[in-house]
């Protein structure tokens, strides 16, 4: 058995001094390994009366990821505040915003009634270079009724000065936690060590104080024939006197102890099955569970015991000596130890062990074949730090990939292409079992490559081998290819969206998501979800009727809600679906439920530097202000797009009803010298597309010329040019309808405005009258008879109410409020339907109608139905919120 524990003795003076600094905002304990540091934490959150809920976070050894750091964080903050509710936390995912985790976590504090206390141990551990500046916004952000402490072996770069000058930040440095001679006499007392007062105060002189030190001693002294020989041969208070009490230590526990102890050090951490691999015998949780009740310098690491670790120091001691008696076997060691991590799937761990028995070739291979899996778990960094463990002659060409997803991820383009050629080279000269599966990576990063320069025409035959999978191979080898085809075919089917590559990129996204969903990959099949919404909008864009938008509408609200699930629903995987489907809502005239989504997506990206998804919300949010009539601001956001055109290499899909709209924002600015200059520029390709023609129709009804404008839109009405989809044609049926106005043809421009209703109709299209400023068209359709009246009286309210006259407008309320079934009736008034007609809509009598229009009248204090209309437009009593 185990030698007892010493005891831990009342330090009352260092628990007041942390209750003290808790009326600040961080306290600070920096202090060497066996310090106290932990153990005075734990006296304090244990003394009774503690009003404050603790949050614990123990960074693990080597932390690279500062993911897993936040979310670890964010988890004990949920379960101190009693904030979770069963919910999951966010699952780990590539694209991993610090700074929305950051405000997440303030509000959760800010939340919590009665305080809360924020405890990070062994930050010291935390090597992410980024989370310092994470973690030094979210300690000078806390909230009034937070207080957090730190404890580090060495001072972390932490920018705390504020704090320090207005004196919110306390510290508890090595001196302060010394021993002092009287707490090591108490100390000895409660261990039941018999020794003089003499052999106490030189014990305290050789330890100086270092808690670890004593601990050690204690341990040692117990049951020692001669504890006063033991003190004077005792000399020193550095590693060497603990190598010499570790020795002393394990000479006198059983043999299967010290045998377990020695060769189970070389994991971070440790469980009964592990340690029983290790040990080569059965057993072993019993003993951990014995060391840790002996408070022996293990403890357990979960609620139910079944993982462990050892104290740093007394970890390192302990391979030290493994070295030192066993070094023939450490390689194997770590052998099983890799053997056994791989198998659980614990990758990093198998990747260190591996590295660490000399097997570098095992390593690369391991790290490579792995190298998708570990980014899509939010373990990028760790990932890099591994590659950067290898040594300089041990540079692998397996590694070129590990090497161009880190570029990628930090938005190195060059280098992720040097570093692809190289993969590309050795997965063309790699053994078959390994080859396809290298292919495909190398063919997925180089799809991701290409989306992120814009440069998509031949990178599709690349991946040409995307069929069914390889029968006849391992489980592992099915999970690994699984993912690597469902991240390929999610950059797949990007790419085609964006090249309008369709129906490819919906059958593409589509299987992506599936696969990802089959093989438990949530990140992914919400990476293709959200394309999907995007690429969805464009398949069934042609031809009206296909009721594009609203399918696109619910593609996007599926992908965000399985988003949410996740805790993504403001990261940038999700982007693509909020962006869409804000495009969406501003075809549709839904600018207000748009602006609220932009600001979202804004969140989303801010992360997120691609100038592919920024160019969509430049654009999109030009669509928002142009619906509007904000045309300047427009203008701006349309100018912003347009730059961003500029750094994407190749033709986009996109850039010509972008450029299109830009041109004819800049006409209707009285910019139409400049609208000329960037036509001319432009080659006759584009020239030619059905969006440009609209354009320079603008730019002819900008400068007087409606006959030129007709000459414009010929190829686009008589359908020879070719167009993005029919949204463009609408838009060619309005500026003809306005060309007409000018010549003074009504009938003319009535009926090409009624074509653009007719086309309309089945999505209910909104944003092209308003872009095209076509108020008047339709306020002279409503004299005569239509197929589309309450379409049109939609978009009228639309554009009136906003407009920027009507949102500074002030309007006294109605005398009384409207009945239901005279909000009915209100509906028809700005058609030209007669009150029978009205009435047959409605299925109700003349009478009832007629009954409805007098209590109109009198509680809008109106006379007549235009006036009715008018001053329900005012009131927006028109809008599809006051519809019955």
Not at 217 to 226: Q, R
Not at 445 to 452: H, M, V
Request: charged share 25%; with cysteine.
């Amino acid at each position: 058995m185990p030698p007892a524990a010493p005891r831990l003795i009342d330090r009352d003076d260092l628990v007041a001094a942390l209750d003290r600094a808790a009326a600040g905002k961080v306290t600070v304990i920096s202090a060497p390994a066996g310090s106290g540091k932990t153990t005075l934490l734990r006296a304090w959150a244990d003394r009774p009366g503690r009003s404050r809920r603790l949050a614990f976070v123990q960074v693990p050894r080597g932390q690279q990821d500062a993911q897993q750091f936040w979310l670890a964080l964010l988890g004990a903050v949920r379960r101190a505040t009693g904030a979770d509710g069963g919910a999951a936390l966010p699952a780990a995912t590539p694209d991993f915003d610090a700074s929305a985790m950051v405000d997440r976590v303030l509000s959760e504090m800010a939340d919590a009634h009665g305080g809360v206390t924020l405890v990070i141990d062994d930050l010291h551990e935390l090597l992410s270079p980024e989370a310092p500046t994470q973690l030094t916004r979210l300690l000078t952000s806390l909230p009034p009724q937070a207080h957090a402490i730190l404890t580090m072996r060495h001072d972390v770069r932490l920018r705390l000065h504020r704090l320090r000058l207005t004196g919110e930040l306390d510290e508890i440095r090595a001196a302060d936690l010394r021993f002092s001679e009287r707490e090591t006499r108490a100390l000895l007392d409660a261990s039941g060590i018999a020794l003089s007062d003499s052999g106490a105060a030189l014990l305290h002189r050789r330890t100086e104080g270092w808690a670890a030190g004593l601990r050690l001693a204690t341990l040692s002294l117990a049951g020692h024939p001669d504890p006063e020989r033991f003190v004077a041969e005792f000399s020193g208070s550095d590693r060497t006197v603990a190598e010499y009490l570790i020795a002393e230590m394990l000479e006198r526990r059983p043999p299967d102890v010290q045998d377990l102890l020695l060769r189970t050090s070389l994991p971070d951490r440790v469980n009964g099955e592990l340690a029983d691999l290790l040990t080569g015998r059965p057993g072993s949780e019993q003993i951990l569970l014995g060391l840790e009740d002996a408070n022996a310098f293990v403890e357990s690491l979960d609620p139910e015991r079944t993982w462990f670790r050892y104290h740093h120091l007394f970890a390192d001691l302990l391979r030290l000596e493994l070295r030192r008696t066993l070094p023939e076997e450490v390689p194997a060691l770590h052998r099983r130890a890799a053997g056994w991590f791989t198998s659980r799937g614990q990758v990093a761990e198998a990747v260190r062990h591996t590295q660490a028995a000399g097997d570098w070739a095992d390593a690369a291979r391991l790290l490579a074949d792995h190298a998708f899996s570990l980014a899509l778990d939010g373990q990028a960094q760790t990932m890099q730090a591994l590659v950067r463990a290898f040594p300089p002659g041990e540079d692998r060409p397996e590694l070129a990939l590990v090497r161009a997803m880190g570029d990628l991820g930090q938005g190195r383009l060059d280098q992720a292409a040097a570093h692809l050629a190289v993969a590309e080279t050795y997965a063309a000269t790699a053994p078959p079992e390994r080859r396809r599966r290298l292919g495909t990576a190398v063919a997925s990063l180089r799809l991701s490559l290409a989306r992120r320069r814009g440069h998509l025409a031949g990178v599709v035959e690349h991946v040409r081998f995307l069929g069914s999978p390889v029968s006849g191979r391992s489980d592992e080898d099915i999970a690994l290819d699984s993912d690597l085809r469902a991240m390929a075919l999610m950059n797949l089917g990007t790419a085609e969206a964006w090249s309008l590559g369709l129906p490819d990129a919906v059958r593409h996204l589509r299987e992506g998501a599936v696969l990802a969903r089959e093989t438990g990959r949530p990140y992914l099949e919400v990476g293709c979800l959200a394309q999907l919404g995007f690429a969805h909008i464009f398949h069934g864009a042609d031809l009206p009727g296909a009721g594009a938008f609203t399918a696109t509408q619910r593609q996007c609200r599926e992908a965000i809600e399985l988003a949410e699930r996740h805790g993504w629903g403001t990261e940038p995987v999700i982007a693509p679906a909020l962006v869409t489907l804000v495009g969406t809502m501003a075809w549709l005239g839904e600018f207000d439920e748009g602006e609220r989504w932009l600001r979202r997506t804004e969140r989303a990206l801010r992360t997120d530097t691609g100038p592919d998804i920024r160019l969509l919300l430049h654009q999109t949010a030009a669509m928002l202000h142009a619906g509007r009539g904000r045309r300047r601001e427009a203008l701006e956001e349309f100018r912003a797009a347009e730059h961003l055109v500029s750094r994407l290499e190749g033709s986009q899909a996109l850039a010509s009803q972008m450029t299109g709209w830009l041109l004819a924002t800049q006409a209707r600015l009285g910019l139409s010298a400049e609208a000329r200059a960037a036509l001319a520029a432009l080659d006759d390709e584009r020239a030619g597309s059905g969006e440009i023609r609209n354009a320079r129709a603008a730019i002819c009804l900008a400068e007087g010329d409606p006959a030129g404008a007709l000459d414009a839109l010929h190829d686009v009405l008589g359908g020879t040019a070719p167009v993005l989809g029919y949204v463009t044609v609408i838009e060619a049926h309005l500026l003809a309808g306005l060309a007409h106005r000018e010549l003074g043809h009504q009938r003319a421009a009535n009926q090409a405005t009624e074509r653009a209703l007719a086309l309309a109709e089945p999505d209910r299209l909104v944003l092209p009258f308003a872009m095209t400023g076509s108020q008047e068209l339709l306020e002279a359709l409503l004299r005569h008879r239509t197929a589309h009246g309450a379409l049109l009286a939609d978009i009228l309210d639309v554009l009136y109410d906003s407009s920027p006259a009507a949102a500074e407008q002030p309007s006294s309320p109605p005398t009384a409020e409207l009945s239901p079934g005279e909000l009915r009736v209100l509906r028809y008034l700005p058609t030209n339907l007669s009150r029978p007609e009205i009435a047959g809509e409605l299925s109700v009598s003349l009478n009832t109608v007629s009954t409805h229009l007098r209590s109109i009248y009198a509680k809008l204090q109106v006379r007549d139905r235009s006036s009715a209309v008018r001053r329900a437009r005012e009131l927006r009593l028109l809008a599809a919120r006051h519809r019955p």
